[in-house]
């Protein structure tokens, strides 16, 4: 690597030169891959996740990942909480799906 000094230390490599490991481009298959571009291809609910800071992602943490399933999966799915405030009792749950209210209230999935 250094010709004029075969067997350089590591701590003296570090110490003496300065190394830029910045990426300037990314390329897949050929191809300039563009953050900008990608990152618009991406749902809009995911940017929405990703824009909340931590403490406000855990307080709105049902809502952003029922965007997400709405945008993604079923445009009818309802959030745990939203279902359950239809003034429905526990008992209606358990007959329609026995099995989901048995994962949603006997173990809190």
């Known amino acids: 690597m250094f010709p ?3 067997g350089l230390p590591i701590r003296e490599l570090v110490e003496k030169y300065w190394f830029d490991y910045s990426v300037s481009e990314l390329v897949a298959g050929g191809n300039r891959v563009n953050y900008f571009e990608l990152y618009q291809q991406v749902p809009a609910s995911i940017r929405d996740y990703w824009r909340e800071d931590e403490e406000e992602r855990r307080d709105r ?3 952003l990942y029922g965007d997400i399933a709405r945008e993604l999966l079923d445009p009818d799915f309802v ?7 239809k003034k ?10 026995s099995l989901a209210a048995w994962l949603v209230f006997d173990h809190n999935l």
Do not use: I, L
Not at 79 to 85: A, K, S
């Open 79 to 85: 959030e745990r909480t939203r279902f359950e405030r």
């Open 4 to 6: 004029d000094r075969p």
């Open 88 to 97: 429905y009792g526990e008992d209606h749950f358990r007959e329609r799906d």
């Open 61 to 63: 943490e049902e809502t």
